[in-house]
């Protein structure tokens, strides 16, 4: 089990054993996917040459920008071995993350650690990815708190001050494919 994994086991009939060992999964790192990252943050576009947090951008937009954030990147894969599984371990997201690859949606991750099964849609050549990123809203009351600032968001309780510090927000990584025999 991951850290908080959670399985239904049902049996059925007589049980002759008390414990069950399963065989260990081997990792092999295939590819980095290190782009650049086309990011859409609604209307705003913004290229990352690398994986920062959204909190250190110097463009107010994207610095306190609450909400869905789309990447998007291309990337070559030389051979797919048929029998293998591939994952894509998108290392470090705050918070959630949604995972499309060749139009083929593939599912939400939403705790560490941030993996997805990718075996279905990729394929040898070039690949088109994109991954939605959410994250709180905390940043955005932040920004909302600075002087002069355009008012987006309303809360009946100001928790957060314009001198609050901002939180880690984005696809952070690394973003990597790895083979699991």
């Known amino acids: 089990f991951e850290s908080w994994d959670a399985f239904f086991l049902v049996f059925e009939g007589e049980l002759n054993v008390n414990a069950v060992t399963f065989a260990e999964e081997e990792e092999t790192q295939i590819k980095e996917i290190e782009g650049p990252w086309q990011v859409s943050f609604g209307e705003n576009e913004s290229e990352f040459s690398s994986l920062t947090s959204w909190s250190e951008n110097p463009e107010p937009a994207i610095k306190y920008f609450s909400g869905t954030a789309s990447y998007q990147t291309n990337f070559n894969f030389e051979t797919k071995e048929s029998g293998s599984n591939y994952e894509l371990d998108l290392g470090s997201v705050k918070y959630l993350a949604e995972v499309i690859l060749n139009g083929e949606n593939l599912g939400i991750v939403?705790?560490?650690?941030?993996?997805?099964?990718?075996?279905?849609?990729?394929?040898?050549?070039?690949?088109?990815?994109?991954?939605?990123?959410?994250?709180?809203?905390?940043?955005?009351?932040?920004?909302?708190?600075?002087?002069?600032?355009?008012?987006?968001?309303?809360t009946t309780m100001p928790f957060y001050q314009a001198n609050s510090p901002l939180l880690e927000s984005g696809l952070l990584g690394p973003v990597k494919i790895l083979k699991i025999d």
């Open 110 to 154: 939403w705790k560490t650690p941030f993996k997805i099964n990718i075996t279905s849609a990729l394929k040898e050549g070039e690949n088109q990815l994109e991954i939605r990123v959410v994250n709180t809203w905390v940043n955005r009351l932040i920004g909302d708190a600075q002087a002069g600032a355009e008012k987006t968001t309303f």
